[in-house]
T-cell receptor
Framework: AQKITQTQPGMFVQEKEAVTLDCTYD???????LFWYKQPSSGEMIFLIY??????QNATEGRYSLNFQKARKSANLVISASQLGDSAMYFC????????FGSGTKLNVKP | DGGITQSPKYLFRKEGQNVTLSCEQN?????MYWYRQDPGQGLRLIYY???????QKGDIAEGYSVSREKKESFPLTVTSAQKNPTAFYLC????????????FGQGTRLTVV
């Protein structure tokens, strides 16, 4: 069964605007971690942000924030003030004994 | 600097040959992972290891083998039994399986010729 779902295969955003990348997850465990990674065309995986299932506040890291809605089982990534260098694949992941990854969202930032 | 090193970056293999991808980490992490990524797709787990001398199959283990004789090393062998081995392979490690983030290597791009 799919544990991580990213429903947006591709998205466009205008430079300097904010964008939200969707992620939903499926687990009955109470303790888990949620992550977002960025993968530029070079292939490396860059860690962006982490949210623990017991964290009450949404995680933030610079221009990245994670909109965590536990009851809805969603962990959307919000990128504020998009930059051209944000164009990449973005993966949502859940740590639950091992790591489960979504299928990714390809973000294109337009000048 | 601590990190994960994968080698080689590019690898070409003839059909019917086994090939081994290297993954070394100096982060003192217990858990290590191998993922396969096909073009435009997500990451699929091949094998993972939580401790030395122990490893478990992931979702697509057929045609692959691993070993974990040392904490810092987790090599992946792509055997001739793997029908479609051309892909991008990523190695990762974390403090332990569970809630800690995974650190990734730069990846190895394997092409069967």
């Amino acid at each position: 069964a799919q544990k991580i779902t990213q429903t947006q295969p591709g998205m466009f955003v205008q430079e300097k605007e904010a964008v939200t990348l969707d992620c939903t997850y499926d687990t009955s465990d109470q303790s888990y971690g949620l992550f977002w990674y960025k993968q530029p065309s070079s292939g490396e995986m860059i860690f962006l942000i982490y949210q623990g299932s017991y964290d009450e506040q949404n995680a933030t890291e610079g221009r990245y924030s994670l909109n965590f809605q536990k009851a809805r089982k969603s962990a959307n990534l919000v990128i504020s003030a998009s930059q051209l260098g944000d164009s990449a694949m973005y993966f949502c992941a859940m740590a639950l004994g091992k790591f489960y990854f979504g299928s990714g969202t390809k973000l294109n930032v337009k000048p | 600097d601590g990190g994960i090193t994968q080698s080689p970056k590019y690898l070409f293999r003839k059909e019917g040959q086994n090939v081994t991808l290297s993954c070394e980490q100096n982060l003192n992490h217990d858990a290590m992972y191998w993922y396969r990524q096909d073009p435009g797709q997500g990451l699929r787990l091949i094998y993972y290891s939580q401790i030395v001398n122990d490893f478990q199959k992931g979702d697509i283990a057929e045609g692959y083998s691993v070993s974990r004789e040392k904490k810092e090393s987790f090599p992946l062998t792509v055997t001739s039994a793997q029908k479609n081995p051309t892909a991008f392979y990523l190695c990762a490690s974390s403090i332990q399986t569970g809630l800690s983030k995974a650190f990734f290597g730069q990846g190895t791009r394997l092409t069967v010729v």
